[in-house]
T-cell receptor
Framework: QKEVEQNSGPLSVPEGAIASLNCTYSDRGSQSFFWYRQYSGKSPELIMFIYSNGDKEDGRFTAQLNKASQYVSLLIRDSQPSDSATYLCAVNDNTDKLIFGTGTRLQVFP | DTGVSQDPRHKITKRGQNVTFRCDPISEHNRLYWYRQTLGQGPEFLTYFQNEAQLEKSRLLSDRFSAERPKGSFSTLEIQRTEQGDSAMYLC???????????FGPGTRLTVL
């Protein structure tokens, strides 16, 4: 069974620090990888997507992909209290549906 | 706003009743997906459409569940004879193609009493 693993947290970081969120996946054939942010009671909101090995930066967010290690991460620089949410890692398998992890809850305290 | 829309946003029903949810995807998105999310879990895939064709159904989707996408536009998800275990957030997403980014609607929260 294809799986996506995340630490459920909570991950607590002070305002202004770097938050590092990690995800591993089991299907070596996966081609595209996504990070979604989900506030309590709301639906997932896309933060980043990454297809190739290496880093991809967008503002305060950097996604990192290592297909050999089957590892995806999301770095949030200059963390703000408004970043407090659950971050979902999702992997698009070869049948084009998303497999989600259970999410990591991030808490940014002032 | 041209995002994914879902209706209703909340539904409370009694066990044994039928419910139907609607999803309107982003215009010109060919793919439409349904997911279900329970508390503390990530969304789980239910089914998806390429235009009007339903291409895959999860084993989670019992025969009490049916989904349609007539004319390849909006989609409906019907649950017959609801059970308390059906209580969840039902999420709809759309994308241009199979490996493309999926954009989610606001979800329909179902509570079965």
């Amino acid at each position: 069974q294809k799986e996506v693993e995340q630490n459920s947290g909570p991950l607590s970081v002070p305002e202004g620090a770097i938050a590092s969120l990690n995800c591993t996946y089991s299907d070596r054939g996966s081609q595209s990888f996504f990070w979604y942010r989900q506030y309590s009671g709301k639906s997932p909101e896309l933060i980043m997507f990454i297809y190739s090995n290496g880093d991809k930066e967008d503002g305060r967010f950097t996604a990192q992909l290592n297909k050999a290690s089957q590892y995806v991460s999301l770095l949030i620089r200059d963390s703000q209290p408004s970043d407090s949410a659950t971050y979902l890692c999702a992997v698009n398998d070869n049948t084009d549906k998303l497999i989600f992890g259970t999410g990591t809850r991030l808490q940014v305290f002032p | 706003d041209t995002g994914v829309s879902q209706d209703p946003r909340h539904k409370i029903t009694k066990r044994g009743q039928n419910v139907t949810f609607r999803c309107d995807p982003i215009s010109e998105h060919n793919r439409l997906y349904w997911y279900r999310q329970t508390l503390g879990q990530g969304p789980e895939f239910l089914t998806y459409f390429q235009n009007e064709a339903q291409l895959e159904k999860s084993r989670l989707l019992s025969d009490r569940f049916s989904a349609e996408r007539p004319k390849g536009s909006f989609s409906t998800l019907e649950i017959q004879r609801t059970e308390q275990g059906d209580s969840a957030m039902y999420l709809c997403a759309s994308s241009v193609g199979g490996q493309d980014t999926q954009y989610f609607g606001p979800g329909t929260r179902l509570t079965v009493l």
